[in-house]
């Protein structure tokens, strides 16, 4: 079979535009897939990614009941995707709280700078992959709860998290 014969055939799965879904705290981001023996998912920062990729690491090998997280960040975003089994990501941005469960290998959650969040509820084998807007740095983290409230309230946009339309503004999403 020649090398266009087997492309020709690939049938998309889905859409080939991502789809971002809005949540109470955020956005699940359902990645394109393409059905070719199997499925292939993919991302492009600035494209599928609301930014340029500086960092990824993945979380695996998790022991039972393990839990995760506890912690925010200054200026780092993020989006989850577990790749293998099954987590439950418990959200907080200092007001309102929302539990989502990562578990489909091209659907992510995208977190804001300063959301608080907690990984829970690992299922054997499970593989989370995390890709970053920002390189390691320790001092980008808020890990003591109550100095992240203290961080959240002083901020100016704060004032407006009472109100349900305010969630992040992915720049990218604005010529879609």
Same mark, same amino acid.
């Given at each position: 079979?020649?090398?266009?014969?087997? @492309?020709?055939?690939? !049938?998309? #799965?889905?859409?080939?535009?991502?789809?971002? =879904? *809005? $949540? %109470?705290?955020?956005?699940?981001?359902?990645?394109?897939?393409?059905?070719?023996?199997?499925?292939?998912?993919?991302?492009?920062?600035?494209?599928?990614?609301?930014?340029?990729?500086?960092?990824?690491?993945?979380? @695996?090998?998790?022991? !039972?009941? #393990?839990?995760?997280?506890?912690?925010?960040? =200054? *200026? $780092? %975003?993020?989006?989850?995707?577990?790749?293998?089994?099954?987590?439950?990501?418990?959200?907080?941005?200092?007001?309102?709280?929302?539990?989502?469960?990562?578990?489909?290998?091209?659907?992510?959650?995208?977190?804001?700078?300063?959301?608080?969040?907690?990984?829970?509820?690992?299922?054997?084998?499970?593989?989370?992959?995390?890709?970053?807007?920002?390189?390691?740095?320790?001092?980008?983290?808020?890990?003591?709860?109550?100095?992240?409230?203290?961080?959240?309230?002083?901020?100016?946009?704060?004032?407006?998290?009472?109100?349900?339309?305010?969630?992040?503004?992915?720049?990218?999403?604005?010529?879609?």
């Amino acid at each position: 079979m020649s090398l266009f014969q087997k @492309y020709s055939r690939l !049938k998309v #799965a889905s859409n080939m535009k991502t789809v971002f =879904k *809005k $949540t %109470k705290l955020s956005y699940i981001i359902s990645l394109p897939q393409i059905e070719d023996e199997g499925f292939l998912s993919f991302a492009e920062e600035k494209h599928h990614l609301p930014f340029e990729i500086k960092r990824f690491y993945y979380i @695996y090998d998790v022991v !039972k009941n #393990a839990k995760r997280g506890f912690h925010a960040h =200054k *200026k $780092t %975003k993020q989006v989850l995707f577990c790749v293998r089994g099954s987590i439950k990501v418990h959200l907080d941005n200092g007001v309102n709280r929302e539990v989502i469960t990562l578990d489909r290998p091209n659907k992510g959650i995208y977190l804001d700078k300063l959301m608080w969040h907690e990984m829970h509820d690992f299922t054997d084998q499970t593989l989370l992959l995390v890709a970053a807007s920002e390189k390691y740095m320790e001092s980008d983290y808020i890990r003591d709860y109550k100095k992240f409230i203290e961080t959240v309230n002083a901020g100016f946009w704060s004032r407006f998290v009472l109100f349900d339309f305010l969630l992040p503004k992915l720049d990218f999403m604005k010529n879609k």
